[in-house]
């Protein structure tokens, strides 16, 4: 029984780590640019299907895969972002922003566009993607931890602070916070306001493709139903822990992989989806600032 | 009339119940991706009402939408004070939360020595009114037409009164609104409730016309879908959505120029269309100008 | 002569009740050609199992993820050499699961579905 919870408890926060990886570079995106990314999960897409279309070809080592699914990623991003976030940048950006729907819907379409490119380019239900470890997971007395899981981890917990490093010791940082805090002001500042969001969607871009290797790695395998996956859970993920918080991403990731381990242990797979979804949508009613901002008891931030 | 023009038209016209939802919604300010979940409702409600009750279609159908207008009222008032990607994302969460429901509900009755009814994940099957009453695939396809045409007429109408010009008020400024004395809250729910119905309408159609659903075609994909037909075709006037549908199923699929490559082309001409109109083609400008026009021409 | 003509009314308005529901299987074979199959189809009373021979029946296709979006052309199903068997040629939009649709027109109006997984070849 307690070790069935403790079990459960570590797969959860295993199974988070994919979350908030995919949660941080979402609320990356949303923090600074204010707009939610609907291809997101597409351009990962695409990532790992750029990485597996090189492994089918030349069957080259982790290091290259991992590094074609990052670049892959960031070009798609790139080609998101031109066409569907930086031509709304300028439209208002208060209250009833009018850019931010014509952004999402042009980032949905994107995502289609995306979705079916990636499957007219590897038309299979599934290709095998070369693993990123081969052998038997760690045996702690009752428990077992998977190795690949313990890695994503460790990549969930460096990127985090890497993007504090990044956004608080970096002149960049300075200008990305500038820019959330007041765009208008930051560009009269002198600040390519522009080139700021392009580059923090790099950065999300090339964190999503870093996300996306280690899960597709992970699991050996690559479907079409990687970028609907990654969108969904990213974004569950963001909004459980405090949309636009770096924080709030990483304890909403792992929050959703614990509440997703515990029901279907508790209650079966059927039930474990309509949980999660039950307790978004409790949170959302009755505390939208998320997780992160309930466990300090205060406000979210709009950046860490 | 050719069975695959039959099937297009009616397909467009079902689709189209279910964007003009999503347009509502977008009309009073507020983003849904869930209004999958109301079609959902309404075509189970009427499948159960005509197949299992034994209901005549139109009873049924009124049902439907009484139920899709309940359940849109109890996902719209925990969600009365979230905006944007907030309330989006907590309609997704709801409407998937209905589509695990229909996967979980089994209730099937023995008629005529066949077991009738939904059956979870197996989905819904035998919805034959339709079929019982003799009625042509032309016929129902004429009444889903009238049916949105009737539709239509009424959102001209509101359009033109007072409580139209509230809505769009409250979509886009709510403070501005509430400064009038408009009680914005009681606005958003009954254009919750008025969108739920719209939508449990198009699915209590959708299911005779299909004879069987199940809780897969309810999903994520249609929703977001929805909704990007009515912004597409324009927020301006309720003509607006049936244009994005028509686009994406009547031109773009039935032509099969683009066989394979539909979403490419018309995924890439959307992201460049709301560039340039990010309110739609019809959008508010367009259909103003148009308006003007017409009132400049000299009468006869 | 007018009892006659009641009881033949009578028959001619009781039997589509019974004589409406129909069944069928469906077996699809791939061609060389991608995405193209070949479907056999037997159509029988879905009461007492007698095969339907010269029905009138057309065969389209929806996907149940995505309903309404793909609008496959329906053929109409030709007769094969046993009577109540069928086939057709159907060509759909990508692989996944597809909800096959049997419209049949003659002798009785009816609307079966039967769910196929179609995927690719290894």
Redesign the interface.
Known sequence: MVVDLLQNTLDGLMLGAAYALLALGFTLIFGVLRRANLAYGPAIMIGAYAATWVHLQFHAGFLVIALVTIAAAMAAGAYVEQLCFAPHARRSRGAGDAGAVAAMVGSFALWMQLEEAA?LWL???LYSFPPLYDGPPIVLGPVTVRVEYLAMLACAVLAYLGLRQLLTRTRFGLAVRAVVDQADAARLAGINVPRIFMLVFAVASALGGLAGYLIVATHGQVTPMLGMWSTLKGMIAMMLGGLGSLPGAVVGGLALGLIESHSQWLFGPQYRDLIAYLILFALLAVQPSGLWAMLRRSPAPAAP | MD??AL??LT?VG??SFLALSAYLLLVAGEMSFGQQAFFGVGAYAAGIGTAMWGLPLPVAVLFAMALGAAAAWLVGWPTLRLHGLYFAMATLAAAEMFRILFELVHYQRAI???LVGPDGTQ?F?GI?WV??Q?IEQETFLAAVWALLLIVLAAFAVVERTRLGATLRMVGEDPELAAVFGVNVARVKLGVAAAAGALAALGGAL?AHH???V?P??F?I??GV?SLAYALIGGLGTALGPLLGVALD?GLL??TRVF??YRMIVFGGLVALLLIVRPRGLLDEVAVSRVAAALRRRPTA | MLRTLLAAALAALAS??LA??LAAHVDCKPTPHDLVYDCRIALME??SRKPVAGADL?L?A?M????????V??VKAKPAQTPGQYTARIEL????EW?L?L?VRSPV???I?RKIDF??QP
Request: no cysteine.
């Open positions: 499957t038309p299979k239900h | 069975e695959y099937g297009v397909n079902l689709l005529d020595g066949d989905g099957r034959r079929l019982e003799g959708y299909n004879t069987y199940e897969r075609n999903d994909m249609l879908h199923i699929e039935s066989q394979g | 589509p009740a409406q529901r879905a009461a057309s389209g929806d149940p993820s995505m309903p309404m979006a793909h609008n052309k329906p939009e990508m692989y996944g909800a649709k419209n109006r009816d609307v579905v995927r690719e």
